[in-house]
């Protein structure tokens, strides 16, 4: 029974004898470079098969299982992480005393261009929002709001002010 195919360049249908399966031959119409395969068994031919092994299958089941649960479990500590944990919720109260510290610290920092310090005190101010408001809108009311910011220029200060009012805010 003859091998048919098909050319892959002109999508002609050709037959080929059953000794040209497996080798290289040239299209006859276009004349590309195309591969015989091997012919197909008999349909005829009895399919042979092996003995369904349930042991295997109950492997199988349990590794599926297993999987399932091992990516619920990542899934559900991925939830976990993004939600606040123990001791991070609401901040506890802070005195207007400590409070004003961290603003005048902040204040500090930015003067001596110490951003990455600034930036972590200003983590400490932002939960105590409305009350940071406050002081600072009393810190740009007068002038020098600290004595320790005596040195820095009001308008530098009023700057440092507005950005962390801003920030809080």
């Known amino acids: ?16 004898p059953d000794s040209a399966g497996g080798k290289w031959g040239k299209c006859p119409m276009c004349h590309a470079r195309i591969y015989v395969p091997l012919p197909q068994a008999n349909d005829d031919d009895e399919l042979r098969l092996a003995p369904l092994d ?21 899934l559900q500590e991925r ?11 609401p901040s506890p109260e802070v005195s207007d005393e400590k409070l004003t510290g961290f603003i005048v610290r902040y204040l500090r920092q930015m003067a001596n261009s ?22 600072l809108d009393d810190f740009a009311k007068t002038y020098p709001p600290d004595p320790d910011l005596a040195d820095v220029s009001q308008q530098l200060l009023l700057r440092f002010i507005r950005n962390l009012r801003t920030r809080i805010s």
């Open 114 to 135: 110490e951003l990455d310090d600034a930036q972590r005190t200003a983590d400490l101010i932002v939960p105590h929002r409305r009350k940071a408001v406050t002081i």
């Open 79 to 89: 939830e976990v992480s993004d939600t606040p944990g123990p001791g991070v919720g």
């Open 1 to 16: 029974m003859p091998i048919e195919l098909q050319c892959n360049a002109c999508g002609k249908k050709i037959k080929a």
């Open 54 to 74: 349930e042991t295997e299958e109950q492997k199988q089941k349990q590794l599926m299982l297993e999987t399932y649960r091992l990516t619920q479990d990542i």
